[in-house]
């Protein structure tokens, strides 16, 4: 197993390139399999979860190119080979229940066991079976797994009882090419249903009203292939904001779109972080003023995400004052808290609600990436802690950001990747 060895490293300085969008371009990824033609995507992230994905669609007909040097990737599937995901690549990402919309709008079948992931709670797919059940499709649950199989699909009217991205997708992939009109109530609104809904577009899916909380999809007889760029990754910009605010730092970061982290953007500035968008990108600064405490409350897009939670506690443990954070989405995504109170912090969580003391000195401790952002706020907590801190567990970090370490380093960042 990988560590990180992270030090104490000042102020970061410099200007970091932001890659493109790990929760973008998994679905599109899944959405091409849609076609028999060829696809090509660009801006594609250097991701454990990509490789996975490409394994995936692999394994169920897809014939995949990596272009390195370019960021692409190219997916033709000519023809279905397999309905079934296998177990050995779902269990190591959530994800992969993706695919299952599209082999059912693809084929008339789909088998995919329970999928892995993170543990930062229940994600249930009961909105995806749900959807796919008013589509037409009967669902078989078994001991692991879960079969949908359809003759035709034909259109309905969902609605979500809660706004979920996964089941948002699943069901608008599935219904581009279910015979008569699919309306979803209560949908995501994330920018990554809108980049999805664009790459359908162009495959010639008649999709409206992608993020807003009501989209229709007018049923087409088939979908072909297309060249799409993936948006940037919104949390991984939001990773970086924090970086620059967390070590007082001033960084540039390109390739960014402001209104995808407007939660973000509003929290730092409420405690005193300088943040400016230019035609060359968001510059952010910590370095101005002093930094005080303010409070967050997790809700779905457009609300502040869920995602950048761990990762704005762990900032708020080194500013003046007390911050309260409240998580609404999941209920078991304080597990990075206990690793944060080993280097020092003072964070008091009681149910949903969790109680920052502020300005503490953190010190150097080995610690457990416990989930993707957890892992990333603790090696962030590492860059203000005396000593080194020891971060384990790392293949949780590289799952979800490409070239981590690298663009660390590249802004002062004293880190090392060891195997253990």
């Keep these: ?7 104490k490293s000042g102020p970061l300085f410099g200007e970091v390139e932001i890659s493109g969008s790990k929760n973008a371009v998994l679905p599109i990824m899944a959405a091409s399999i849609l076609t028999e033609d060829k696809c090509e995507i660009t801006d594609v992230p250097a991701l454990r979860d990509v490789d996975v994905m490409c394994k995936l669609l692999q394994s169920v007909g897809a014939k995949v190119t990596e272009d390195y040097s370019e960021n692409s990737i190219f997916i033709e599937t000519e023809k279905i080979i397999a309905e079934e995901a296998p177990y050995e690549l779902v269990k190591r990402m959530r994800a992969s229940i993706l695919v299952m919309g599209p082999l059912l709008a693809r084929t008339g079948k789909a088998r995919i066991s329970l999928p ?18 008013i ?16 003759d035709k699909l034909m259109g309905g009217k969902i609605y979500l009882d809660f706004p979920s991205v996964g089941a948002t997708e699943n069901i608008m992939m599935a219904a581009t090419l279910a015979e008569g009109v699919t309306i979803i109530e209560n949908a995501a609104e994330e920018p990554e249903i809108v980049d999805l809904a664009n790459f359908l577009n162009k495959m010639g899916a008649k999709i409206k009203g992608a993020g807003t909380d009501t989209i229709k999809i007018e049923g087409v007889q088939d979908l072909h292939g297309t060249k799409h760029a993936v948006i940037p990754d919104r949390i991984e910009t939001g990773t970086f904001m924090v970086a620059a605010a967390m070590t007082r730092g001033n960084i540039l970061i390109k390739n960014v779109v402001p209104d995808h982290v407007k939660p973000v953007i509003a929290k730092l500035v409420e405690c005193g972080v300088e943040i400016e ?12 003023r002093p930094l005080i405490a303010t409070d967050i409350k997790t809700m779905p897009y457009p609300g502040f995400p869920t995602d950048m939670q761990s990762l704005f506690m762990s900032f708020l443990t080194t500013v003046e004052g007390t911050s309260v954070v409240i998580e609404t989405v999941f209920e078991n995504r304080y597990m990075h808290v206990g690793e944060l109170n080993r280097m020092g912090a003072n964070i008091k969580v009681e149910g949903k609600s969790a109680l920052i003391q502020g300005k503490r000195e953190l010190q150097g401790a080995q610690v457990i990436s416990t989930d993707l952002r957890a892992g990333a706020a603790l090696v962030l907590a590492g860059l203000m802690a005396e000593g080194t801190t020891e971060v384990s567990e790392i293949y949780h970090i590289e799952r979800g950001y490409s070239f981590f370490m690298e663009k660390l380093r590249g802004l002062g960042a004293k880190i090392t990747r060891i195997e253990d």
């Design 1 to 7: 197993m990988a560590k990180f060895l992270v030090d």
């Design 116 to 133: 892995g992931g993170c543990a930062i709670g229940a994600r249930p797919i009961e909105l995806h079976l749900k959807g796919f059940r």
């Design 135 to 150: 589509l037409g499709a009967k669902i078989v649950e078994g001991h692991g797994y879960v079969e949908a199989t359809v």
């Design 277 to 288: 968008d230019g035609d060359d990108g968001m510059r952010v600064r910590g370095d101005l």
